[in-house]
């Protein structure tokens, strides 16, 4: 994932005047005669308030105006008040249930912590526990996360890193950085999400077909090397961006090409069904996001769609839907200032 937002920030680059030429618009139904495309933006979380369905946080691009910077936004639906939090380089953020924010910076992998008014920031140390001393690395990138995940309480986060003498590692710290578990794996978890009752749902990719790898995290602390306790697997929906649980058996995720329904077998071994409930947009294939409300009732999909204007086409503002978990019941929400 670090990769991923890395390349992505590259390829976007900073120079606003930067143009990149169309390609595929014949091939989804637009104007072929068309001469520029505008940059995609940068779009990774869109994350319900845990504790009131009213109100989700999302990342707004700023590329536009200042370099490689983001906009951490919270929008309350019922008030109509839009604030922004945070300003700085962001490629993914969690909502705690504690009330707390972690954001991972795309450069330098650091997870950093603050409130949801923006203040009382700090970085995470994510120190090493050998033998009840405590030994800090917060300063080597080797030790920073690829990818991290919170608890459904919100109180604990579990992330991987490469160790500094070589070696895959998975750890579990507190919300204060404080590392509380650490083990060797060889597995490599990608998008991952924790469910109830410490399962950890993490993706693997093939050539044809995508497994969802299911990982006992407690036996992944008692055992090294440990492997998935189970695997389900799916036809390949292009990259996976992110997925969340709606129950013990149902997951949702955003692919390149949309948002789907993925229901699992019981013993959570064979293959899943999948069904489409939102589609992205050609030629803005992978930039659609979701979240799901604490209720687990209603779904928020964060769509960019094409725009021609002047002989121009860009995708550059986002359009916001509130749906049912089949897609219908389907509402625009509409967020001032976007």
Known sequence: MYL???LLFLTLGCDKDDQTPVVPLDGCGLPTDVGFIEKYPTTTN???NPNNSDEFAFLKDRYF???CQQELVIYNMATKEVKTIYNGSISSFEWSKQGKIIWQD???????SMDTVGGNIFQLPLDTITSGAIVSDSLSLERQPYIYTLSPDGRRIFYDYSGIAGGRYVAIADLNGRRLEQQQTLAFYYVSRWQQDDLLTSLVYYDNYINFEFFDLEEVFAVPNQSAASAVSTANLGYITSMDWVDDRTLILSAEKGIYTVHLPNNLFGNATV???EEAMCPAEGYIRFAIDRQRKKL???RFEPEYKGGNFGVKNPHYYLMNFDGTDKQTIEIPGL
Do not use: A, D, E, G
């Open 65 to 67: 105006s200042v370099c």
């Open 300 to 302: 928020l999909v964060q």
């Open 4 to 6: 991923f937002s890395l």
């Open 46 to 48: 869109l994350i319900f």
């Open 106 to 112: 795309p450069f330098t992998r650091f997870l950093y």
């Open 275 to 277: 069904n489409l409930i």
